[in-house]
Nanobody
Framework: QVQLVESGGGLVQAGGSLRLSCAAS????????MGWFRQAPGKEREFVAA????????SYEDSVKGRFTISRDNAKNTVYLQMNSLKPEDTAAYYC????????????????WGQGTQVTVSS
């Protein structure tokens, strides 16, 4: 069984930064690609970023390119999302998830999910 626990969310002013962390249980973390998604009230869950099992490959949703950076530390079983230049439209619950394969933006292709961490950006 895999458990994912996100942390690092909070309230920040527009233009500020936050770093989200996702700690994973289990010995197979380093074998899987990982992703971050977000969901705002009344909206569908949307892809934010993904990273390959080794960390050598990353992909981003267009609206966060140049502002967000996904990374991972396989020794710590943790994936991160550094968010800079935050905007009010980034306000959402953010979720990490384990990918069935790297590069997928469809949440149905992710098999384990964390409980989410709330990010609120004030204008």
């Amino acid at each position: 069984q895999v458990q994912l626990v996100e942390s690092g969310g909070g309230l920040v002013q527009a233009g500020g930064s936050l770093r989200l962390s996702c700690a994973a249980s289990g010995r197979t973390f380093s074998s899987y690609a990982m992703g971050w998604f977000r969901q705002a009230p009344g909206k569908e869950r949307e892809f934010v970023a993904a990273i390959s099992w080794s960390g050598s490959g990353t992909s981003y949703e267009d609206s966060v390119k140049g502002r967000f950076t996904i990374s991972r530390d396989n020794a710590k079983n943790t994936v991160y999302l550094q968010m800079n230049s935050l905007k009010p439209e980034d306000t959402a619950a953010y979720y990490c998830a384990r990918a069935t394969y790297y590069g997928n933006t469809d949440p149905r292709k992710y098999d384990y999910w964390g409980q989410g961490t709330q990010v609120t950006v004030s204008s």
